[in-house]
């Protein structure tokens, strides 16, 4: 007999519900079988941190007085620019964005040490933050100039809504080339000097629910150290990736955007991220409970890093060119133990993404729906799955005759 | 034998005297050097390990506390900003010197400091700053 998310939920108010991590989960499975797994788990909790660039926030500060319209005008936040192309006070601010006088890459390889994830990161800290803005002025928002102190708690809503979070499964990045170079994936060093990832792999939110059967619009989520919830796909969502046997990609899949009230999070989960020759971005925390449903679920959430493959690509070359080759396909167990065979090499690996603070997000969940204060939902709508042929189309370039 | 590394500071009007090579020949030294910088106004800095007998070190390191080259331990000079740190593991893999590695029971990263060679590398690579070296 399936159970219903309702059942889960009456099991969690009455506070008998089984919560496991996913790293559980799959000590469960091995040893006791699926079946049995699903028999005494109700829920799996994921867990992942790591830079997320397609994130940020949106605020409304609230009206001045006199008034100012920042719509078509310019607002800096700690001097970094927020987007105004929207109504009177509200703003956007994007985790990527640097100030004017950043010297980016002029300099190679660039710092980037202070960017859009940065202030994201302070604000939630509840630390002033410097407003300056410019307006020309209308005969309802007459004012021209603000320039103010601004923190968390006065202003309407902060929000904090990203576009794209959440990886199902990502590339490995080496370099074949002679130099080292500097990516989102970090520095890599020459010929094969390091290979660096950026899954929680087994613990991953996604890789828990290849097929999208239980996360979907408006799942209620772990965001950031607070509660959000799924706002539709995340933008390159490609659910028609190369999948095993067990549905789990073998290449970057689903994604999901994700929103939710910046006031209940924590800097601890949502960190200004440098990367050096790169650009700014944030750190941030996702964990997402996986009801199980059914031994399929139960089966789903019993993946463990060895169950996961990785393609390693050569970000000299093929990522820049956008050429399809991969170097050959990694699990992440390979990738944890700290080295991984590339032809007749051996390669150091690295994680950009965090392991320890994606088990802490993990335990964190499992704790919250333990003591009754989370409860599971229904999505409102399916993500788009592999029968839906969305794929992630690469740019189609027409050039412009001049 | 001993190995220290240590970071010289040199004032700028030693800078022209072959005073590594003098050392080293003295007290039958062997030397690595880790980092080397010149500016002419403010001197010269210099990050090296000696390796020697313990009493030779000593002593070449008096010698060069004598010529007015002021000296400090190097393992002092890096630190880690453990609450900026978030243990992602991405310095682990371009460490050369095995100061920075993944405790595979609690995934955390360990900084061993004394095995840390001050290449600096760590602290270009993490993207949460957490590196910082003191030289």
């Known amino acids: 007999m399936p159970r219903t998310i309702q059942e889960i939920n009456e099991k969690i108010k009455a506070g008998k519900a089984v919560v496991v991590t996913a790293e559980e989960m799959t ?30 926030m949106y605020l409304n500060i609230g009206h001045t007085k006199p008034k100012i319209k920042l719509g078509g005008g310019t607002c800096l936040l700690n001097g970094i620019p927020a987007y105004t192309g929207i109504a009177a006070v509200d703003i956007y601010l994007g985790a990527g964005q640097l100030p004017a006088d950043d010297p980016r890459n002029k300099i190679h390889p660039g710092e980037f040490r202070y960017g859009g994830g940065h202030v994201i990161e302070e604000f939630v800290s509840g630390k002033d933050i410097v407003l300056e803005a410019s ?23 902060a929000v904090l809504f990203n576009l794209r979070n959440a990886y199902q499964n990502y590339n490995v990045a080496v370099n074949l080339s002679d130099k080292a170079i500097y990516t989102y994936l970090g520095i890599l060093k020459p010929r094969l000097g390091n ?129 399809p080759d991969i170097l050959g396909e990694v699990s992440y167990r390979e990738l944890r133990s700290g080295t991984i065979s590339i032809g007749d090499k051996t390669v150091a690996t690295g994680s950009i993404s965090s392991l320890s603070r994606a088990r802490e997000i993990a335990l964190l969940l499992k704790e919250w729906i333990e003591k009754g204060e989370f409860l599971l939902t229904e999505p409102v709508e399916r993500l788009p799955g592999k029968e839906s042929g969305i794929t992630f189309k690469a740019f189609h370039e027409r050039p412009v005759e001049q | 034998m001993i190995s220290r590394r240590v970071v010289l500071h040199f004032p700028s009007e030693l800078i022209d005297q072959p ?14 050097i880790l980092k ?97 070296v003191r030289l």
């Not at chain 1, 499975?29 to 829920?43: H, I, L, N, P, S």
């Not at chain 1, 169950?307 to 690509?313: F, T």
Request: proline share 5%.
């Open chain 2, 19 to 32: 005073i590594i090579s003098n050392t080293v020949k003295r007290y039958n030294l062997e030397f690595n």
């Open chain 1, 135 to 157: 307006a020309y002025g209308t005969d309802c928002y007459p004012r021209k100039e603000l320039k103010s102190w601004l923190n968390i708690k006065d202003v309407n809503e």
């Open chain 1, 27 to 56: 000590g469960i499975a091995k040893k006791k079988g699926v079946e049995k797994a699903y028999q005494e788990v109700d829920v799996v909790t994921t867990g992942t941190f790591g830079p997320m660039c397609s994130s940020g």
């Open chain 1, 195 to 323: 290979a660096n990832y950026c899954s929680a792999g087994g613990l991953s939110p996604l890789l828990n629910d290849p097929l999208y059967r239980t996360i979907g619009i408006g799942t209620r989520i772990f965001l950031g150290g607070g509660v959000g919830f799924v706002a539709w796909q995340g933008t390159q969502h490609n659910p028609s990736a190369p999948r095993t046997e067990r549905e789990v990609p073998t290449r970057s899949a689903g994604t999901l955007s994700v929103i939710g009230d910046l006031k209940g999070m924590s800097p601890r989960y949502l960190r200004g991220v440098s990367m050096c020759g790169y650009g700014a971005s944030l750190g941030v925390g996702v964990g997402i409970p996986i009801p199980i449903l059914d031994e399929e679920m139960a089966f789903f959430t019993s993946v463990s890093d060895e169950d996961i493959l990785a393609p390693i690509v050569d970000y000299s070359e093929a990522y820049p060119q956008a050429k």
């Open chain 2, 36 to 132: 080397a910088s010149i500016a002419p106004p403010e001197g010269g800095l210099l990050v090296l390990e000696l390796q020697g007998g313990k009493k030779d070190v000593g002593e070449a390191l008096d010698y060069l506390k004598e010529l007015n080259i002021r000296i400090e331990n190097l393992s002092r000079d890096i630190t880690r900003r453990d609450d900026a740190c978030v243990h992602c593991g991405v310095c682990v893999a371009i460490c050369p010197s095995d100061a920075l590695v993944l405790n595979a029971t609690n995934w955390e990263v360990d900084f061993f400091a004394d095995k840390c060679v001050a290449c600096e590398l760590c602290v270009k690579a993490c993207p949460y700053a957490a590196m910082e």
